[in-house]
């Protein structure tokens, strides 16, 4: 090799290692960015996956073969122009009606922030999806078609988001364009959702805490959703991605004290592991270091955490971290069970109650009605507990927002407050204090099929651990 071709492969070679370390640095920055998890919501073809469609497209966060599979749909349905609702609208169904059925999750970022985004679904037959979409979201879109204004869907989505612990909204007032813009079209209708909030807060203050901030968009044309737009000049407040981007990231009831539900017990039973006892799960709330004193609910046991693994040893870890957590102490801890943080000496406890009945509130997801009396099994965590429905105390009326004493039935998509009676403990928070702990499924015992979802009542109440 000659002195001209060594110093070539030198160059390169340092070329080579500078991009490596160019794109390792790239992906630090990326990893360490806030992540925003947001929903949209409202009624039917008040524009929802447009929007998002409008946000995918305008931030550049989707492919080339992505748009001309668009384009190319909408030039064969005679679309005037492309359709960005096919960007969300995966289902072959969904593209030949025209509405959302199922949970659509897309992800995009910006210099400044991660996103996840669920296009939920609008039509009142597939309410129960948006339940589930919106159980871990940060923030809600509630989109209003400005020629119709507030509408019932309108009404019960806001209220679930509310109930499901979502503290900040952005209401869209979408479709500007078709009413010439008009401000008093926008006034009004902001006028209505604050008069609407405001009276559903004093009859199940669900919407206590909630802010809410309102745009007048076209998320078709995009004005006021990734940029400023010249028609509203009477709209002096951020576009919606301003909103996106600058918005307090802020889990919704998170807890100071550690959780983790126990998913999965590792053990290898292998010559080169043999004692080896890892109990893997999810933090739900709180950090967790090696050291620290834990107690495994139900049962009461109590220990120390011996060693935290993820991808490895590590000194401490939080929620939302999986990690395996090996104790100091053999002592009976399987899946379902819950461990948690001891409270030190001191400090405000923030125990976990431990209980064979509760009140919740559910979201009827069947085209069965619930009855009093009826047998079913409640997933909580991932534990797994036969339960009865012992009492309906209460239904909620959308379009009143009165409640129903003692109803005789919950049908589809019916909220209403029930009693449970367990057939063993539960060790679990109120929903408002911890969403992963305080939450629970209901399942039919027979065919296994999801019921309902249900948040428990009520604030801290047990004694310090």
């Known amino acids: 090799m000659t002195t001209i071709q060594r110093a070539a492969s030198t160059s390169a070679s340092d070329d080579d290692r500078d991009a490596i370390a160019a794109r390792a640095a790239q992906r630090e920055r990326y990893l360490a960015m806030d992540l925003l998890r947001f929903i949209t919501c409202g009624s039917v073809d008040d524009g929802k996956s447009t929007l998002i469609g409008r946000l995918l497209c305008d931030t550049k966060s989707i492919h080339q073969d992505q748009w001309e599979a668009v384009h190319r749909t909408s ?23 025209g509405i959302t059925i199922d949970v659509a999750h897309r992800y995009f970022s910006t210099p400044r922030r991660k996103f ?31 020629r119709q204004g507030i509408l019932e869907q309108t009404r019960r989505h806001a209220y679930l988001v509310a109930l499901l612990g979502i503290r900040r909204l952005v209401l869209c007032v979408n479709k500007m364009d078709l009413v010439g813009w008009d401000e008093s079209a926008f006034r009004r209708i902001v006028g209505s959702f604050e008069e609407f909030t405001g009276k559903a807060g004093r009859a199940g203050s669900v919407f206590e805490g909630v802010r809410t901030v309102a745009i007048p968009m076209s998320a078709l044309l995009g004005d006021n959703v990734v940029l400023r737009s010249d028609a509203a000049p009477w709209y002096s407040g951020p576009p919606l991605l301003e909103v996106l981007e600058t918005v307090p990231v802020d889990a919704a009831g998170a807890l100071p004290a550690a959780r983790l539900f126990v998913q999965w017990v590792i ?70 069970d819950l461990l948690v943080a001891a409270a ?34 409640v997933k909580h965590g991932a534990r797994y507990v036969k339960a009865i429905i012992a009492a309906l105390h209460h239904r909620l009326d959308v379009h009143t927002l009165e409640f129903e004493p003692a109803p005789r039935r919950l049908e589809l998509n019916d909220i209403g407050r029930v009693g449970l009676s367990l057939s063993a403990a539960i060790a679990c928070d109120a929903y408002a204090d911890c969403r992963e702990t305080g939450s629970f499924i209901v399942i039919d015992e027979a065919t296994n099929a999801t019921l309902a979802g249900g948040m428990i009542e009520g604030r801290h109440g047990g004694k310090a651990l």
């Open 75 to 97: 030039l064969q349905r005679g679309d005037a122009r492309v359709d960005l609702a096919l960007l969300t609208d995966g289902l072959r169904a969904e593209r030949e009606q």
């Open 116 to 146: 996840i985004l669920a296009d939920t679904p609008g039509h009142v037959q597939y309410t129960r999806n948006m339940v589930t979409g919106a159980s871990n979201a940060e923030l809600a879109l509630i989109l209003v078609d400005a």
């Open 267 to 336: 053990r290898p039973h292998s010559d080169a592991h043999h004692d080896h006892r890892g109990y893997a799960g999810r933090v739900a709330a709180g950090t967790f270091a090696v050291g620290q004193e834990v107690v495994a609910l139900p049962g009461g046991q109590r220990s120390r955490i011996a060693r935290i693994e993820l991808d490895g040893p590590i000194d401490s870890c939080r929620a939302p971290q999986s990690v395996a957590l090996h104790l100091a102490d053999d002592i009976d801890l399987g899946r379902g």
């Open 344 to 377: 030190a000496e001191g400090a405000e406890a923030h125990p976990p109650r431990v209980v064979r009945s509760l009140d919740a509130t559910l979201v009827w997801m069947h085209e069965s009605p619930l009855l009093p009396g009826r047998r079913v099994v």
